[in-house]
């Protein structure tokens, strides 16, 4: 299925077959109000509780005991603007990410129980996490603007920001948390003729 950029993405793993919009131009969009909301979250301690509830959820998911954390963080608005990512990350290697730029889900607390589960069971490239890696995994958030086109992805800082590659028929979504350096992005690239867009991401860990 083929849709632009700012529709409905069918397909929400963070390696997800879409088609992306092909603009002219690199021009970096205006900050987000919301996506502002998500940067000031980042440091507060309501953060603190949405990660650990996330980690008591992957716990009862692979041990089958009983989250008894409660989920009553305030958090900022996303629905209609704002694309979300779950990623699993142990040490430098990537063990599951999932997520979309648009959702059907209003509610918050649903939508990253439903993402969690695909990092941890829905992403192709990856075996589920086992309980053994619990300890060493860690659960970030992604919370990113809708695509926009650059030209040159090695001039963005990639802490900041996330690219997708269409390559052919074949779209890549990789958010920071997923991109080692530039070098990375220039070898997936090499040997194909693909389009870049990129998108601003805050980051939750």
Not at 14 to 38: F, K, N, Q, R, Y
Not at 130 to 153: A, G, H
Request: net charge positive; charged share 20%; aromatic share 8%.
């Amino acid at each position: 299925m083929k849709t632009g950029i700012n529709q409905r993405i069918v397909s929400v793993l963070c390696m997800a077959v879409i088609t992306v919009m092909a603009l002219p131009g690199h021009v970096l969009p205006v900050e987000d109000p919301l996506l502002s909301e998500w940067s000031d979250f980042s440091g507060k301690p309501e953060c603190l509780k949405l990660m650990d509830w996330l980690r008591c959820q992957v716990r009862e998911r692979l041990t089958g005991i009983l989250c008894k954390d409660r989920f009553d963080a305030v958090m900022p608005r996303y629905f209609g603007q704002l694309g979300m990512f779950v990623t699993l990350k142990k040490g430098k290697n990537v063990r599951g990410c999932y997520g979309a730029f648009s959702h059907s889900v209003t509610d918050v607390k649903s939508l990253f129980s439903d993402y969690l589960t695909g990092a941890l069971t829905r992403d192709p490239r990856y075996k589920p996490l086992d309980v053994s890696e619990l300890v060493s995994t860690r659960i970030i958030i992604t919370i990113t603007s809708q695509p926009f086109p650059v030209n040159d992805p090695g001039s963005l800082d990639l802490d900041h920001y996330g690219i997708v590659l269409q390559c052919g028929d074949r779209v890549s979504i990789y958010v920071p948390a997923e991109i080692k350096n530039n070098n990375y992005i220039e070898k997936i690239m090499q040997g194909g003729s693909c389009q870049v867009s990129a998108f601003k991401a805050v980051t939750l860990q």
